[in-house]
T-cell receptor, first 110, second 114 residues
Framework: DQQVKQNSPSLSVQEGRISILNCDYTNSMFDYFLWYKKYPAEGPTFLISISSIKDKNEDGRFTVFLNKSAKHLSLHIVPSQPGDSAVYFC?????????FGAGTRLTVKP | GAVVSQHPSWVICKSGTSVKIECRSLDFQATTMFWYRQFPKQSLMLMAT?????????EQGVEKDKFLINHASLTLSTLTVTSAHPEDSSFYICSARYENTEAFFGQGTRLTVV
């Protein structure tokens, strides 16, 4: 039962360009959405979140967009930097529950 | 951000033995803790969710008698892999959250069963 889906397992972008990572969910009860970044052999680190009452949240180079009617969220990174290369997980949360997508491996080429 | 400490970072054990992994929230009270297993090709699989003082809720397909989870206090949860087998070798990650906020993750534990 995949309630959170990241359909692109990998993404490659050029340094300085925009990276767009996408995520879809099926459970309309989710009311809080998050993006995590993960390096190999480490736990995920929190990047940015958005509540279901908003459609956009921005933090520096990172912006998360939420389209509730489409049950879709996206993470924009601009400009992308080589240090952004990692696996990105989106997560959706309702009280007492949190589900992750399968992750997207982002590679930013110098 | 908040700190979640997971210990040990890596462990090697013999097949048939049990291994305990600890997850501690160092500067906040974790009302909910989650245990994940990372499979090859990057996906994170939720194993179980535990609330302090309650029995853990296991995801479908996760053997509760094999993966024992205890959340005895608001700052500590443990995962015990009982009678470990080589197929249990994986990267296990815990996370902790206070009510409906973002979850903070431990650094993960690499378990190798030989």
């Amino acid at each position: 039962d995949q309630q959170v889906k990241q359909n692109s397992p990998s993404l490659s972008v050029q340094e300085g360009r925009i990276s767009i990572l996408n995520c879809d969910y099926t459970n309309s009860m989710f009311d809080y959405f998050l993006w995590y970044k993960k390096y190999p052999a480490e736990g995920p680190t929190f990047l940015i979140s958005i509540s279901s009452i908003k459609d956009k949240n921005e933090d520096g180079r990172f912006t998360v967009f939420l389209n509730k009617s489409a049950k879709h969220l996206s993470l924009h990174i601009v400009p992308s930097q080589p240090g952004d290369s990692a696996v990105y997980f989106c997560a959706a949360s309702a009280l007492g529950d949190m589900r992750f997508g399968a992750g997207t491996r982002l590679t930013v080429k110098p | 951000g908040a700190v979640v400490s997971q210990h040990p970072s890596w462990v090697i054990c013999k097949s048939g033995t049990s291994v305990k992994i600890e997850c501690r929230s160092l500067d906040f009270q974790a009302t909910t803790m989650f245990w994940y297993r990372q499979f090859p090709k990057q996906s994170l699989m939720l194993m179980a969710t535990s609330n302090e003082g309650s029995k853990a809720t296991y995801e479908q397909g996760v053997e509760k008698d094999k993966f024992l989870i205890n959340h005895a206090s608001l700052t500590l949860s443990t995962l015990t892999v009982t009678s470990a087998h080589p197929e249990d070798s994986s990267f296990y990650i815990c996370s902790a959250r206070y009510e409906n906020t973002e979850a903070f993750f431990g650094q993960g534990t690499r378990l190798t069963v030989v």
